[in-house]
């Protein structure tokens, strides 16, 4: 079953008319990758120490749409999207702000990731899988968590793809997975319960070379807001840049969706895991 469902998310990618870029004339993204995660594994609850206490676990996310004891068990599908390469190679050559493929890209291509996350929701639930994604949630929200504010949402899909066996994060706190750092993520709970995929008991940084090797740190050097140094990601200050009125003009600027922000991502352009993971020899 769960090639069959990576079968319907690769044919919905290739053929959706919103996972096109007039700028490139070319896909958003390329073909996904996806794996799973056992809906009980240990690691959801212990998110709740090592995030926030708000963090939800899959359990929390599937009773709060289907009510209060639905839970039986299940599955955790997280998909991985990676960023079509002339829109990286165009952001490669920028230092101060993303380029115009790449403003373009942020504006209009969530269009499609929610388009691909509702068609495979509802593809699971047409099935007979009671499934829920949660960044599609009306109780998913991003804000500042805990005693500390730290900036995050009740639902991370980096340490969902983590748990999932699909890669790691890194020092930008961008996800290095085999396709690289210039990737969106998705996910989904789902009473369908599905082979989980190996994370091979590794160190949740395990694809950053700063990290594994004490090596690299190209991504400081890319950060045109200053939001990053040897001690790590500055949240606030990246996101500042990032969906700041500068960026929002910019991205208005080059006909993008109204209310938009051409974002940034410099740190995932133009770095040793740009389109790979620089701990493998693959590349892909």
Known sequence: MKEIIKNEVVRYASQSRENWSVETKDHYFGEPLLQCASAD????????????????????????????????????????????????????????????????FN???????????????????????RTVAPALAEWFVMKSFGPNL????????RHVAYAAGLGSVSLNEGFISEKGIAVRLLSLVTELKLAPDSREGRHHMANCLFFSKGTCGACIKRCPAGALSKDGHDKMKCRNFAYGEDMKKLVASYGGKPGSTA??????????????NPMGQQLV
């Open 41 to 104: 594994d240990l690691l959801f609850e212990e998110y709740k120490k090592i995030l926030y206490p708000e963090h939800l676990t899959p359990k929390e996310a599937f009773e709060l749409v289907f009510g209060q004891g639905s839970y039986s068990g299940g599955s955790v599908i997280s998909i991985i999207l990676p960023i079509n390469e002339k829109i990286r190679k165009s952001n490669r050559l920028q230092t101060k702000q993303p380029s115009k493929e790449w403003a373009l």
């Open 107 to 129: 504006s209009f291509g969530s269009v499609f990731t929610r388009n691909l996350l509702k068609h495979t929701e509802d593809y699971l639930n047409q099935k007979g899988y």
């Open 150 to 157: 730290l900036l995050g949402s009740n639902w991370s899909e």
């Open 263 to 276: 974002g940034c991502s410099l740190c995932q352009t133009n770095v040793p895991c740009e389109f790979r």
